[in-house]
């Protein structure tokens, strides 16, 4: 009874953190979705106050925009995904944080966005952008595969295409590996003529500016480059590998999510790609679902 | 007349700098070698500042080993190799640079390794350490290959070698990928049992700290692990294109410098191999060599 009352009465907050950007969404169980709002990059890995900055921001904006009076945060029950999480320290880093919600619930950006491609449902999802990942959640139990990072893991993804692409152009233009068409398009990209040229504009650049050329391989695989259509492929062998090892858990349903999810689907496993469904909600709502389920177990162990 | 005068009684200092050292040594035509420092990292591409204070460090203890007096070092002719220079704003900043030399000459850290190697003369160099790159000098005119630097070159290094090795680590232990001994090797040695504990461990690390892993990789090949074998063989193919490469050029010698020159000279093509000759001279005199022939080719303009 308790528990029912609680949770028709309350207003929700979902952030969804990202390397670029975050997004809240705030909710009632009886009005539905009030207001959204978009902060900055929330990725506490990457910068912890800036993320704390980045949620309140958005958090700010989602109350405007819903209608609300800047106090009322204090009513929001908050869900939310952020990258690192899995490190117990990061957790706790930032469960010590005085934020200003009524109560805040912490998990997983991988583990939010699969709750939300999946109503709050079980399932599994593959998340293929500027990095990449596979996430499995089946009654209660989960598991997560690949997003080691740039430039060690995260294959099939944007940066890891872009890093792939600048390897071979650079083995080409030395004379020391095969041609590509690929050459002709970095050199006209980074307005330069020298294999040096290229590699001192990308030194030390983030996987984001290896992301920017995911694209151009995309493209030259369509066309019929030999180098790029190897890039994708085994980008695309390595994400149905991925999928299966998520299927074998036996997952209701499967998204992709992300920037490639879409160009990469022709190019996977056609018994895997039929499997694939569209996610049903954004990530930012899967935080809500999770703030939702976190409250609603809070009653059970209660009662 | 007056260029060989001034030639026999100058003072040199040779100076090459590197990612974790500077090395200096003191050398007068008359006497040979009287003296040598070590100061820290000048590397002018990972910190300008601190190249200066690393050469600054390196020539005092340079002179005082020398039993030079501190005011002694207006006397000095410098030649100094340094990593970067190859761009004109990079030459340009450092030849700004308020030195207290008598004058100084800079080039290369590849052009002054390849000058010691072959004792002044014109040959050819590949340098396989932290990173690999190729370098040849025929009758002024010079070459040079890979260098691209960590991630995207530097192929046979011992930075790609460990990037590659927790690659495939990190593909096993998720099993996405073949198994490989290194796997338990890596474990062990970032004292976890998880993917992410070494993903998290080696997530923005510099590409020394890939290096360090290196050989492990060479120890697992020769054990006859089919990962790392493959690692090692297709890094040393590298080296090989890279050397043929080099030896089209038609240099009278070539040689190989750098930690990784040593355990990788056994996995080269073996016609490649029989053509590699030892360094004749470190780096740093050939530094002293390029201030030596640069103020030879400044009096032959005088006369």
């Not at 009513?75 to 005085?98: Q, T």
């Amino acid at each position: 009874m308790m528990a029912k009352q609680v949770e028709h009465d309350q207003l929700y907050i979902g952030i969804d953190g990202g390397g670029t950007k975050c997004r809240a969404t705030i909710y009632s169980a009886i009005h539905g979705v009030l207001g959204t709002g978009l902060g900055g990059p929330a990725n506490p890995l990457h910068g912890f106050e800036r993320t704390l900055e980045s949620i309140m921001v958005s958090t700010q904006l989602a109350l405007q925009d819903a209608g609300l009076r800047v106090e009322q945060v204090h009513e929001l029950n908050a869900g939310l995904g952020l990258a690192g999480v899995n490190l117990p320290s990061l957790y706790d880093k930032i469960m010590r944080w005085d934020h200003p919600f009524k109560q805040m619930f912490l998990t997983t950006d991988l583990h939010t966005a699969c709750i939300g491609a999946h109503e709050g449902e079980d399932g599994a999802v593959i998340i293929t952008g500027t990095g990449s990942c596979g996430f499995v959640l089946v009654e209660g139990k989960s598991a997560n595969y690949g997003g080691h990072g740039f430039a060690q893991g995260d294959i099939g993804s944007g940066s890891w295409m872009g890093l792939e692409a600048v390897k071979a152009v650079l083995l080409d233009l030395d004379e020391l590996g095969p041609n590509t068409a690929l050459s002709a398009v970095l050199l006209k990209h980074f307005n330069t003529n020298t294999a040096m040229g290229i590699a001192e504009q990308m030194a030390g650049q983030p996987s984001s500016s290896y992301a920017k050329l995911a694209r151009y391989v995309l493209d030259a695989a369509k066309a019929g480059d030999v180098i790029a259509l190897e890039i994708v492929k085994t980008g695309a062998d390595y994400i149905s590998r991925l999928a299966r090892k998520l299927l074998q858990q036996n997952p209701p349903r499967l998204s992709m999510i992300g920037g490639l999810s879409e160009p990469l689907s022709e190019w996977l496993d056609p018994q895997v790609a039929k499997q694939v469904e569209l996610p049903k909600q954004p990530p930012e709502m899967g935080a809500i679902y999770f703030a939702m389920q976190s409250i609603r177990r809070q009653s059970e162990h209660l009662v």
